[in-house]
């Protein structure tokens, strides 16, 4: 059995497209999740022309299928920039060192997977040299604001008993803040090196890119004693890929078009509370979220 769901931005799902799509794929009654927004029902059999039903209605919602069984994971997997935030940090220090156009390109090409992660972080990094470290709490104050839903998804996923891990290939001096604004229980990524007060333009080793985001994903499951299949995963960069493979729903979030072209799950309408819907939540199943609202 499998559960199709569609899924779009606050008050712009269109029950007669739920319902003619329900119709035309001979699916079972339909489950509103959130009226105008998130769908969902059941289908005995897989349809083969998903893709062109997905390309079909795109302008309008998301339509993900997966397996009806074990909906509900015990462990969220996070990619940090462009994902639970909305920018990336790198290119948001690079605009403060003077050099956020060319870094700005070369973050979009590693992220669409067209060159070598840790080459271009090396690269990249390199271009930073001599900001003073003063310069990340300014960005986090005066850049960096918080993607929507993301305070909802992690207190709720918590309310379950869910560990909320944070994974990035980015820095930790990003990544602990961000950990702690939005209530990880761990974060991983890596550091930039600082010395008299400044960035000297290297990056601690060794790196963490695709494969230690793999890494975190087994080591992590091992110690919590549950499977791969019992994780969600999300992110939008090709050094993402590993995790959203191998995790049991490994969701592409308004990703770069080399990776929603290689993964199952893809939002593209909807805000990271798009992940509870995936597993089954209804609007009113979110847990209340605390003061740690988004910056807008």
């Known amino acids: ?49 998903l893709e062109e039903i997905r390309t079909s209605i795109a302008d309008m919602a998301d339509l993900n299928i997966l397996p009806a069984e074990n909906r509900r994971k015990k462990m969220l997997l996070a990619d940090m920039d462009s994902t639970m935030i909305q920018q990336e940090c790198i290119d948001e220090l690079a ?32 271009l930073l040299r001599g900001l003073p470290e003063t310069v990340i709490d300014k960005v986090v104050a005066t850049r960096i604001t918080l993607m929507p839903g993301g305070t909802t998804l992690l207190d709720t996923m918590h309310a379950q008993g869910a560990r909320r891990v944070l994974v990035s290939g980015g820095f930790t001096a990003f990544t602990s803040r961000v950990s702690t604004l939005l209530g990880f229980d761990e974060n991983r ?15 601690g080793r060794p790196i963490l890119g695709r494969e230690a985001k793999v890494q975190a994903l087994e080591e992590i499951t091992a110690r919590l004693g549950i499977t791969e299949a019992d994780v969600i995963a999300v992110g939008d960069g090709a050094n993402d890929l590993g995790m959203l493979g191998r995790a049991g729903m490994g969701v592409a979030l308004h990703a770069k078009p080399s990776v929603q072209a290689q993964c199952d799950l893809r939002v593209n309408h909807g805000d990271l509370t798009a992940l509870l819907y995936l597993q089954g939540y209804a609007k009113s199943d979110f847990a209340e979220t605390g003061a740690r609202a988004p910056r807008t």
């Open 189 to 203: 990524a890596n550091t930039l090196m600082i010395e008299n007060g400044h960035l000297i333009g290297e990056v």
């Open 95 to 126: 605009e403060e060192a003077g050099v956020g156009a060319h870094v700005k390109d070369i973050t979009a090409r590693a992220m669409n997977g067209e060159l070598d992660f840790e080459g271009a972080l090396i690269e990249r990094v390199r």
């Open 1 to 49: 059995m499998f559960i199709a769901t569609l899924i779009t931005k606050p008050g712009q799902l269109d029950p007669a497209l739920v319902e003619n799509l329900r119709n035309a794929l001979g699916g079972g009654s339909a489950d509103w999740l959130s009226p105008d927004e998130a769908a969902e029902f059941p289908l005995e059999t897989l349809p083969t022309n």
